[in-house]
């Protein structure tokens, strides 16, 4: 028996039978065809960031997929890169290094997640004018349930791509992606500070200005009247590939620790700081793959406690509103906002379980949860009314964190739920991929109608 735990919350040990590292093709297939013959479920786990128990399964068997880690193929004429599904960011972006092209998009926050990981969870960064992250995958390799080997893209196995796009592991263990890449810009930042009821229009005039990436990280006091109000906006515009790139300010991990602690201790001075920071860093060059990486601080918690994270969708136009009710609900209940920082989307035609239903403003919300049963479910609360508050505004949220939704909510967000439940039962009758969030849906989207 083995316990896992996702890296980020530490609210999903679970214990799982054994744990498989995979490090090609073969590997998969053998270790599914194993788990089969042995009658055991089978999760696949990349980074482990993921924060609801999407990559785990209890009682099952776990693919390891980080040592799958290989750049297969560069077309440096269409700007395509092949890689292996465990490969994680750091790694994608040194290998491009001497290249013209760069990755496109990733998440924020942390960088060793899996590509694997930002495939299931058809996940985004902070591109002002970007949909999700299956606009970057030109194709991907996918294991079936039989061990066969399938490509799948917008012209082969359709429906198969958009399943595993989105899928959170359940159609499919993906071997290798290709992904679509961009040249890589040299890149300003502009930071001003702004009010939350300035920024559907200050985003605006920033895409109009044909800045590439952005965010509205805005203060987390609330005993301020900023709360969710006041903030940092910075952009990112390109500019001519001559400008040097010079000595640039940044933040020390040793930095960033500091600022997570006075997040939690004194919320007014690490916004003065961090705003302080940012607004140094207005007109520094940056690269447009490294300026997405990351630092992030492991284990920077007292034991017995982490972060959640939730993110939000409303209507562009309804982003202030939106601010303005979640302030006044996260003071009510006594919320403790460690981190919140709002970036735009752009609408997914594509995927099954698609999130990005609209082009929306995503507000990103990091909690401080005690791990007591109290502290876990102040947290929960607050998340769903945060999701009621995006609801009741025509919005969203997005599945790749906790299993806090209710049943009204998720289907409320996600009516194409009863559906993807069904292609799952189609594509895999016997449920060999599995993990205890697909449990979780599973159980309270279908078990509780039939009650
Ligand atoms: C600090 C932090 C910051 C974050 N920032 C962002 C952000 O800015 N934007 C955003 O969109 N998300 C963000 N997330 C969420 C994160 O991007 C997703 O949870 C992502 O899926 C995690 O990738 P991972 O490699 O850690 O995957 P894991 O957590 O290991 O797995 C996540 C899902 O992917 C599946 N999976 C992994 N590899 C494969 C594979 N080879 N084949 C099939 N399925 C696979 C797993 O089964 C699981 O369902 C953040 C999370 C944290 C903790």
Known sequence: MNVVNDIHSRLNETTVD????????????????????TGRPVSIAGGRHAMGGQQFCSGGVVLDTRGMSR??????????VEVEAGIQWPALVDALADTPWAIRQKQTGADDLCIGGAVSANV??????????????????????????????????RDLFRLVCGGYGLFGAVYSATLRLGRRRKLERVVRLAHASEIEELFAERVEGGYLYGDFQFEIDPASPGFLQHGICSCYRPVPDDVPLGAVTRLSAADWSRLL???????????????????????????????????????????????????????RPLLADFLAAAARDLRALEADVVYGTVRLIERDDETVLAWALEPWACTVLNLHVEHTPAGIERAAGAFRRLIDLALERGGSFYLTYHRWATRGQLLAAYPQLPAFLAAKRANDPGELLQSD???????????????
């Open 18 to 37: 054994e744990i498989v590292p995979v490090d090609s093709l073969e590997s998969i297939g053998s270790a599914l065809a194993r788990a089969h013959a």
């Open 71 to 80: 750049v297969l193929a560069l077309d440096e004429v269409r700007g395509l």
């Open 124 to 157: 985004h960064g902070r591109g002002l004018a970007y949909g999700p992250f299956v606009s970057d995958v030109e194709s991907l390799v996918v294991v079936g349930l039989d061990g066969v080997a399938r490509t799948c893209s917008r012209d082969e196995n």
């Open 261 to 315: 602690q006075l997040a939690h201790w004194d919320k007014t001075r690490a916004y003065e700081v961090y705003a302080a920071h940012y607004l140094a860093t207005s007109g520094q060059t940056y690269l447009s793959d490294r300026h997405q990486l990351a630092t992030y601080v492991p284990g920077y918690h007292w034991s017995g406690s982490s972060e959640m994270i939730s993110e939000l969708y409303v209507p």
């Open 437 to 451: 969030w697909y449990r979780w849906l599973r159980s309270t989207v279908e078990l509780e109608a039939a009650a």
